[in-house]
């Protein structure tokens, strides 16, 4: 029997919530499917960074030995870190994202994979027109790891000029930066992803026009191009694409971009399925892959029982794919999310006007009607 470790990071707001409905899933499907987990917590955000000041240590959003658990793991499970408990003005603080940040980093994660489907039971709950959304299956592939997060930062409070009129006043800059090999190793994967897909299509999204970084991403896109003739390759300037993205969703099959681009293309897509509540998301790269939903903290909603888990089970079948190669488990969650779906059972934020008011649904109850449709 095979037999794995996965890290687990609850973090913070509805982490803890939704996270235990994946480690629920993730139990019974490895019972279904014959394999078997250990399934391990650890900080990580601001729930580290509360656990370090309580134990008078040095406040990380990242500690070491959550680091050392995700290195020696087969799979890292993460579900949100941040919230307004840890904003706070000072520069120096620490900042429950840069343990996000960091974890993605220090384990080489260089590319995030976020598959966009539009389910036929949500069209409605879309904030497009139905008849737009028929067809949307599409995949954002993202540079993770350079470009504007990483670069260099500067920070001047009393720079000559940058008041008005020519008075001092704060200037601050963010270089993106980025070196061929970390722009190759990121459309190799997604010419590779495009041309085991059926449709076969990529659209590579820069913005040219203006910024070298993304001139040196047209040159290799268009050199590894030769090497895929199968795929069907485009370039998209990303204000286009975004145009295009919710006015023309379905054209689009995979999508790779560099980081910021692909953050925010990322969340826009999240509005074709009408919920980030459904997005889960993989990074991948040279170390422990990192499965986690696409959302946020959202800790207006922690503690309420009233959070969407999908995205974060969908995240746990994604694990099981691409982080330990369980292709028919990965399968038989995905399918059981759907059939869900397909019944009519919503959490409050993929619910419309439509729903019933016994389909709509809490955290632990959704969890459960996943676990019920594992067949």
């Not at 006015?247 to 790779?256: G, L, Q, S, Y």
């Not at 692909?262 to 998301?281: F, P, V």
């Not at 488990?329 to 999310?337: F, K, Q, S």
Request: hydrophobic share 45%; glycine share 8%.
């Amino acid at each position: 029997m095979a037999s794995y470790t996965i890290c687990c990071l609850p973090g913070d707001g509805i982490g803890p919530e939704i996270i235990a409905e994946a480690k629920r899933v993730l139990e019974r499907v490895a019972e279904l499917e014959g394999f078997s987990l250990t399934m391990e917590d650890h900080l990580i955000g601001g729930a580290a960074i509360d656990a370090c000041l309580a134990a008078g240590e040095p406040a990380t959003a990242l500690p070491a030995a959550t680091l050392e658990a995700a290195r020696a793991a087969d799979a890292v499970l993460l579900a949100s870190v941040g919230g307004p408990a840890w904003e706070s003005d000072d520069p120096a603080a620490p900042r429950p994202e840069q343990g996000l940040l960091a974890i993605r980093s220090e384990l080489g994660l260089y590319l995030n994979l976020r598959p966009v489907k539009v389910y036929a039971p949500l069209r409605s709950a879309s904030a497009l027109k139905p008849e737009l959304l028929e067809g949307v299956d599409l995949l954002i592939v993202r540079e993770l790891t350079g470009g504007l997060y990483f670069g260099a930062k500067e920070r001047i409070e009393d720079a000559p000029g940058a008041g008005e009129d020519g008075a001092c006043g704060v200037w601050c800059s963010d270089a993106m930066e980025y070196g061929e090999w970390e722009v190759e190793r990121v459309l190799r994967w997604a010419f590779e992803c495009a041309s085991r897909r059926p449709r076969g299509r990529l659209t590579s999204v820069d913005k040219a026009n203006v910024l070298f970084t993304s001139r040196l991403w047209r040159e290799v896109a268009h050199r590894l191009a030769t090497e895929w003739p199968e795929v069907d390759y485009e370039d998209l300037y990303v204000d286009n694409a975004a145009m295009q993205l919710v006015a023309e969703p379905a054209h689009f099959d995979v999508i790779c971009t560099e980081n910021t681009f692909g953050d925010i293309l990322s969340d826009e897509a999240a509005q074709l399925t009408g919920s980030l509540g459904m997005l889960a998301s993989a990074s991948l790269g040279r170390g422990t892959p990192l499965f986690e939903p696409s959302h946020g903290s959202a800790p207006d909603l922690a503690g309420r029982d009233v959070a969407n888990p999908l995205a974060q089970i969908l995240s746990a079948a994604l694990l099981l794919r691409h982080g330990l190669l369980e292709e028919d488990a990965a399968a038989r969650i995905e399918r059981a999310v759907e059939r869900v779906l397909e019944d009519g059972w919503r959490t409050a934020d993929i619910a419309d006007e439509t729903t019933p008011a016994d389909r709509v649904l809490g955290t632990r109850a959704m969890g459960d009607k996943v676990l019920e449709a594992l067949v």
